[in-house]
């Protein structure tokens, strides 16, 4: 058995995840249509975890208790190897556990579960924290999946659009500098859906910090191709960034996250930050997300 990757399916799905950040690498339908971008030269990453920070803190600084740590944007996990828990032919557990290279960071005991499901519709993602310290624990959680844009070669990326489980007429937030904007602007979403096109991700990510859904869909418009499409689904999440390169690239994420970059000018104790969970001693957080995925 590979200790660097596990490979889960049905009859009609396939999925690999590696330990190195317990980040998904694929999702293939039977026929071979693979929706996890792959990695390329445009960004080096398929689906990572953000933890335990979503975003960026004012000058990549934690700060707590009289002192300061360094965290850079989206925190460790991404970048971690998580420990193999039990591996089968549909699941599989991936744990990470503070240790002495982590609490140079981040000065606080937890334990981060990943549970891969997949069925015949799709595939969920199970995230629980748990405080394993005596002190309250204040994080942030996120999912960071890229999927390929478009789905299917040979469709413009114009032809593409999310369109939302309910109308999204809240206002939504921006970046500058990683950090988030005060000012809210007007949401770009017509009703329950938002036409996808490279000029959105000019200002960065789209910042939903107000979600009334709780789940999209992502495809083509109809009559543009028959296709694969794909709906992302979430428990547990307060916020959505919805992101690409600005440049350009064939990939869109879409990111259900519990938090936020810090927002501009707010430079104070970390536990105090916008946007955290504060779980207790003892206590644990679960999130998920699901993914489904089809043809037309």
Known sequence: MNNDT??????????????????????????????????????????????????????????????????????????????????????????????????????????????????DAGLELALTIVNTGKEILPASLGGHPAFNWPLQAGVPKESYALTFATAEASPVRRLDGGLLRPATEPSPVNGAVLPLSQSLFIDDAIIFDRIESSSVRYAAAKGASAGPWLKMSWRGFSELGVWSKPSGAPFLCIEPWRGYASPAGFD????????????????????????EVGSA
């Open 268 to 291: 104070g104790e970390f536990g105090d930050k916008p946007g955290l969970m504060h779980i207790a001693p003892g206590a644990e957080q679960s999130l998920s997300y699901r993914i």
């Open 6 to 119: 596990h490979t889960i399916h049905t009859g009609p799905l396939t999925a690999a995840m590696k330990a190195h950040g317990a980040e998904l690498c694929s999702l293939k339908d039977r026929s071979g249509t693979e929706f996890i971008w792959q990695a390329g030269p445009e960004w080096p990453r398929h689906a990572p975890l953000l933890f335990p920070i979503v975003g960026r803190l004012a000058g990549d600084e934690l700060r707590h208790q009289g002192k300061t740590y360094r965290m850079t944007q989206h925190g460790f996990a991404r970048d971690s190897r998580f420990a193999w828990a039990r591996r089968d032919e549909t699941s599989c557990t991936m744990v990470l556990e503070d240790s002495e290279a982590t609490r140079a960071l981040y000065p606080f005991a937890f334990r981060l579960t990943a549970i891969y499901t997949i069925d």
